[in-house]
């Protein structure tokens, strides 16, 4: 139904809020993929374990597919392997968060 890139387009729209950069182009978000009856499943980690805003990251995720047209269920997988790390992010964030 949708592809791998629409998913992500949607999911761009959640940022996180200590860094100001979307979810996506931090390399927080794995993969996405929906089938033809409006399934779709995301696979994201968080920056750290520790993070306070788990629950609530998710939730805007969820939120974000839930809005494109047809979805009718979103899973989200919250994954540790592979352990994200500032190099999965896209470069300009790489930039800004290395000034820093």
Known sequence: MYS???LFL???????????FNLVE???????SCDDEGNAHVTMTLSTKAC???????QWV????????NIKSVEI?????PEWNITM???H????????
Do not use: C, N
């Open 26 to 32: 931090m390399g927080l978000i794995y993969d996405a």
């Open 52 to 58: 306070p805003m788990h629950q609530l990251i998710q």
């Open 93 to 100: 964030v790489k930039k800004a968060l290395s000034r820093g």
């Open 4 to 6: 791998k890139e629409e």
């Open 10 to 20: 949607a999911i761009s729209t959640v940022i996180d809020p200590e860094v100001g």
């Open 77 to 81: 997988e919250l994954v540790w392997e």
């Open 62 to 69: 969820k939120e974000a597919v839930q809005k494109m047209a």
């Open 89 to 91: 992010a896209d470069e």
